[in-house]
């Protein structure tokens, strides 16, 4: 007998908002299972705000109010059952966050946690990763947002470290990350990863998935060093308008894909990986599990 449940996860990240539906199936003696249902992105750069001037805007607080009634109707089309709202970096640092919340729960009757660092990090580690995790390899798992980015060292199985700092895209764009930021990573990353050989890195987040589906690699495949580094030379040799008109990029992703790759790419040279793996896991994957199975 086979049991399907319907959740959501809302993902208010520092570039995008993101609304997943995902099928639970559950059956006797088997594993449960996650697939997505339904993923809707929309771009509104809130760490544009929040990391420049302090506070979001009048106008991105009614696009997202219109977003979360939006949200709010495909949840019900949908027969979601249960769902959860998760603000990150951004709304973290915006000083009118709590305001955001409380219009947001007013006006579009959704409720919105807004997490901090620690806890975005613990969520998505609890994403499904087990295809890796069985293997008897050290991975580092990086996730990339706009304002911040996730940190967590898995070595045979386990979860052995975590860590976020304020670095991610958006704040990298507006020339907000300091060489101090930079050399704290480089240490951690150094110190965590010294007693182990043979790291490969797993990387979430939209710049990355964006990478790997041009890459036209098989899902579980890596993609090598080399091939990052030639990317980013690539892009990095073209506009703005070219990135959009030649490779198809969208706008909000055109000009942070850069940025990200730089992390990744000095991820793996303090961590001496030579691969790294796109599961195509996140944030919004990590609440549907943890909302799940009671973590959240």
């Known amino acids: 007998m086979i049991n399907i449940k319907k959740y959501a996860a809302i993902d208010i990240g520092s570039n995008a908002m993101r609304l997943l539906v995902a099928n639970i199936i559950e059956e006797s003696g088997k594993e449960t299972q996650f697939t997505k249902s339904s993923l809707v992105r929309v771009p509104i750069r809130l760490g544009?705000?929040?990391f420049t001037?302090?506070?979001?805007?009048?106008?991105n607080i009614e696009r997202m109010v219109d977003a979360m009634k939006a949200y709010k109707l495909l949840?019900?089309?949908h027969k979601v059952e249960k769902y959860k709202g998760?603000?990150?970096?951004?709304?973290?640092?915006?000083?009118n966050g709590k305001e955001v919340v409380e219009i947001i729960a007013r006006e579009a009757e959704i409720d919105i946690d807004i997490i901090d660092g620690k806890t975005e990090a613990a969520i998505i580690a609890s994403t499904d990763l087990h295809f890796l995790l069985k293997t008897e390899q050290t991975y580092l798992y990086v996730d990339v947002g706009g304002g911040s980015t996730e940190f967590s060292?898995?070595?045979?199985?386990?979860?052995i470290?975590?860590?976020?700092?304020?670095?991610?895209?958006?704040?990298?764009?507006?020339?907000?990350?300091?060489?101090?930021?930079?050399?704290?990573?480089?240490?951690?990353?150094?110190?965590?990863?010294?007693?182990?050989?043979?790291?490969?890195?797993?990387?979430?987040?939209?710049?990355?998935n964006r990478l790997f589906?041009?890459?036209?690699?098989?899902?579980?495949?890596?993609?090598?060093?080399?091939?990052?580094?030639?990317?980013?030379?690539?892009l990095s040799s073209m506009s703005y308008e070219q990135r959009i008109s030649e490779l198809g990029l969208n706008p909000d992703r055109a000009d942070v894909i850069i940025p990200a790759m730089q992390v990744y790419l000095n991820a793996?040279?303090?961590?001496?990986?030579?691969?790294?793996?796109?599961?195509?896991?996140?944030?919004?994957?990590?609440?549907?599990?943890?909302?799940?199975?009671?973590?959240?």
């Open 48 to 50: 544009q705000d929040a």
């Open 53 to 59: 001037v302090g506070e979001i805007s009048q106008e």
């Open 75 to 77: 949840m019900k089309v």
């Open 86 to 95: 998760c603000a990150t970096s951004a709304m973290r640092e915006a000083y």
């Open 153 to 159: 060292m898995f070595s045979n199985g386990k979860m």
């Open 161 to 208: 470290a975590s860590r976020s700092f304020k670095i991610g895209t958006v704040r990298m764009i507006n020339e907000m990350v300091s060489q101090v930021v930079w050399a704290e990573i480089e240490k951690w990353i150094k110190q965590i990863t010294e007693d182990y050989e043979h790291i490969s890195l797993i990387g979430s987040g939209g710049n990355i």
């Open 213 to 234: 589906k041009m890459s036209g690699q098989l899902q579980d495949k890596p993609l090598s060093n080399m091939y990052l580094n030639s990317q980013y030379a690539l």
């Open 268 to 296: 793996m040279k303090w961590s001496g990986a030579r691969a790294i793996y796109v599961p195509k896991i996140g944030l919004s994957d990590g609440i549907i599990k943890a909302l799940y199975y009671g973590k959240i």
